[in-house]
């Protein structure tokens, strides 16, 4: 059973940064895409960033020039830094990954790691 286990996350002030980390059970390569995403208090869950299998990466339009996804397939880990932190980042934040099949799509999420920006 593939497994995501996200860490990371905490208390940070307004322009500050934290490195979250998804370590993956598997191959990140078995993965079409894996992407972070956030949830807010109240909010929908929206996604912020992602890398696929082909290395292409992906931002939402709200952490552009300040998130950056990475990853290291030999320690089968993805991480997101995010510097310039702002208020409206604090959120739960969750790993997903994907793989697609000619018939399915397969989809795991992580738990999640708390991130909190305040002055």
């Known amino acids: 059973q593939v497994q995501l286990v996200e860490s990371g996350g905490g208390s940070v002030q307004p322009g500050g940064s934290l490195r979250l980390s998804c370590v993956v059970s598997?191959?990140?390569?078995?993965?079409?895409?894996i992407s972070w995403y956030r949830q807010a208090p109240g909010k929908q869950r929206e996604s912020v960033a992602t890398?696929?299998?082909?290395?292409?990466?992906h931002y939402a339009d709200s952490v552009k020039g300040r998130f950056t996804i990475s990853r290291d397939t030999a320690k089968k880990t993805v991480y997101l830094q995010m510097n310039s932190l702002k208020p409206e980042d604090t959120a739960d934040y969750y790993c997903?990954?994907?793989?697609?099949?000619?018939?399915?799509?397969?989809?795991?999420w992580g738990q999640g790691t708390q991130v909190t920006v305040s002055s």
């Open positions: 997903k990954a994907q793989r697609f099949t000619s018939y399915q799509e397969y989809t795991y």
């Open positions: 598997e191959s990140i390569f078995s993965f079409n895409a």
């Open positions: 890398i696929t299998s082909g290395g292409s990466r």
